[in-house]
């Protein structure tokens, strides 16, 4: 990851990096990626919602953090204290924030907001209908010493798609807001719009800042591939529970949607849908046992998965397979997440917060440049 970050730092420069480590950082651990991200470069860190920019403070972490997600109504003192900026994605928002700000004003310091434009995504942000009262609230708070607002920042709804014409309604439109804000002396230093693939392949999209989530880890979502070197930071797997011979005729697993053409050697691996493995991929997948790819069949269960080491007669590698043997179902030494997501029906993003509860250990290993 640090490697990821150090790429991603050169390559838009002079932009600054925001780390996004929301959802546990994409389940890689929150705490200990965003201390690597700073330290390899990253300027500021995103995360969804104010409870993991918190935590982020409780872990220690003094790095610049903005949060997008909180509810009208949530107790907003932590923000100001922590000094964590609030993504502002509607009016009611921006009035609670700036309430917030003038109940803490003997502090004498302006809580800082980011502005949230909706520039196509339709999801979160100020809408085109109430972007003209929420400037006029802001300049006003602004000019009172209520609110900072560090910046402006919208989302891309298909920047992984080079061919989407939305890319560039989507920036025009930010770049009109920042205009009006500037406009109407609102200075808005920093501001972001590109994501992983943006950053990846359009500089026209940079401007002061990228937030960058999934290529920290090492995933290029670009449905062409940019070509950057990012390198998977994740890698999950299993262990052989237990090795056996299926008689040709017998079935495996729930529904016997596998059956054995001829003996068949197989192998139980302590990993399943419990565990974050998807059910909907049964069959379609596989495992690397010691660097050989071997097949999964019959359905995917609660907590373990078969894979079929090879035919009897066959006295191929599978017939070395023995428990206690790692099974890697993506990342170093198997397939990609990539191909997982594949044989899921899903995308990379879905399968790194996949795996899951009190049976998934994680390890967070120091690699040597």
Not at 11 to 18: D, E, H, R, S
Not at 49 to 63: F, I, P, Q, Y
Not at 74 to 81: F, I, K, M, S, T
Not at 237 to 254: L, P
């Amino acid at each position: 990851m640090a490697h990821n970050v150090r790429t991603l730092a050169g390559l838009v420069a002079p932009a600054g990096v925001m780390a996004v480590v929301k959802a546990d950082a994409y389940n890689h651990g929150m705490a200990d990626v965003a201390r690597t991200a700073v330290d390899a470069g990253a300027a500021e860190l995103g995360v969804a919602t104010l409870g993991e920019a918190l935590a982020l403070r409780d872990a220690g972490v003094s790095a610049p953090v903005t949060a997008w997600i909180w509810i009208v109504g949530e107790d907003l003192r932590g923000a100001a204290e922590q000094d964590i900026t609030l993504g502002i994605p509607s009016l009611a928002h921006l009035e609670a924030a700036v309430t917030t700000a003038a109940g803490s004003a003997e502090a004498g310091r302006p809580l800082k907001v980011g502005l949230m434009v909706d520039t196509g995504l339709s999801r979160s942000g100020i809408s085109p209908t109430e972007w003209p009262a929420a400037l006029d609230a802001a300049e006003a708070a602004v000019d009172a010493g209520l609110i900072d607002v560090t910046g402006l920042f919208s989302h891309f709804a298909s920047a992984d798609d080079p061919m989407s014409p939305t890319t560039d309604l989507q920036e025009k439109r930010f770049s009109a807001r920042i205009g009006e804000c500037r406009a109407r002396g609102i200075d808005v230093p920093v501001n972001h719009i590109a994501n992983t693939p943006a950053a990846l392949s359009r500089v026209d999209l940079r401007h002061e800042m990228v937030r960058p989530g999934v290529g920290i880890y090492g995933v290029d979502p670009c449905a062409i591939p940019s070509g950057v070197e990012l390198r998977p930071a994740m890698t999950l797997r299993a262990k052989v529970v237990t090795t056996r011979i299926v008689e040709k005729g017998e079935g495996v697993s729930y529904g016997h949607h596998w059956i054995a053409p001829e003996d068949h050697r197989t192998a139980v691996v302590a990993m399943g849908y419990a565990d974050g493995l998807p059910r909907a991929m049964s069959g379609n997948f596989g495992v690397a046992i010691d660097g050989t790819w071997y097949p999964q069949i019959g359905r995917v269960c609660m907590d373990q998965i078969v894979v079929d080491l090879g035919p009897v007669a066959d006295e191929g590698p599978g017939a070395s397979v023995r428990p206690g043997d790692w099974a890697v179902i993506f990342g170093e030494g198997g397939r990609s997440v990539r191909e997982i997501a594949d044989a899921a029906g899903t995308i990379d993003y879905e399968i790194l917060t996949m795996p899951r509860g009190g049976r998934v250990a994680r390890r967070t290993i120091p690699v040597a440049e």
